[in-house]
């Protein structure tokens, strides 16, 4: 077999028929069952807890996820309340808080950058998924994208992000450092009106001293 020649002929072939770009209301779901788990000095370990899984909020789950903020304990907590973390589950503390911090980094990246950084640095974010089509109650192939742990979930999350190109900022209030997402173009260096209130009113007493 001529395997340059070959590789021509597929050049060629792919050039004439060029991958189709589809729009499709795709269906993202998380259904994560239930796991006891504990920490031993800093190691984890995990029991899964029957097989009923029920749905989760991926992104409200992620936010939580940054909530622990390098604290075991914390960890620990939202892992016994969200379940399964996949197969394969880190043992280590640590691997968990420096995941969350690369997280936290990428989505203050500007989107066009994220790509490069979960490419080179960040690989355990680049996990690959399938797209299927399920066949519902109405009768008509449903697209659909599912995540079956709390590390699909993440993964996906950030993924999608990137594909949306959601632009986030770090809230300027020292004491909350929540994440938001720019949803205008107008600017604003706090996530909630509560934030920017507490700190004008900070501002204001300390001008007064």
């Not at 097989?51 to 304990?73: N, S, V």
């Not at 969350?100 to 989107?111: C, F, G, Q, S, V």
């Not at 709390?150 to 994440?179: F, G, H, M, S, W």
């Not at 205008?184 to 996530?191: A, F, V």
């Amino acid at each position: 077999m001529d395997v340059a020649k070959w590789a021509r002929e597929s050049e060629k072939l792919a050039r004439k028929y060029p991958p189709s770009i589809l729009s499709l209301p795709v269906r993202f779901s998380l259904d994560v069952r239930g796991a006891q788990w504990r920490l031993d000095g800093k190691r984890l370990t995990a029991r899964p807890t029957g097989i009923l899984r029920r749905p989760i909020d991926a992104w409200d789950m992620r936010r939580e996820f940054r909530a622990t903020a390098g604290d075991d304990e914390r960890l620990l907590i939202f892992l016994n309340r969200y379940g399964w973390w996949g197969e394969g589950y880190p043992s280590r503390v640590r691997d968990y808080h420096e995941l969350r911090k690369d997280i936290e980094d990428i989505l203050l990246m500007p989107p066009r950058l994220r790509t490069t950084r979960i490419f080179l640095a960040a690989h355990l974010l680049r996990k690959d998924f399938t797209l299927q089509f399920r066949w519902e109650r109405h009768r008509t192939p449903v697209p659909k994208v599912e995540a079956n742990g709390i590390y699909d979930a993440l993964c996906l999350t950030v993924q999608i992000d990137l594909l949306r190109e959601v632009e986030y900022r770090k809230c300027k209030r020292p004491d909350c450092n929540e994440i938001y997402e720019v949803t205008s173009r107008h600017h604003r260096d706090y996530h909630t009106q509560y934030c920017a209130h507490l700190e004008s009113v900070r501002k204001k007493r300390r001008g007064a001293n």
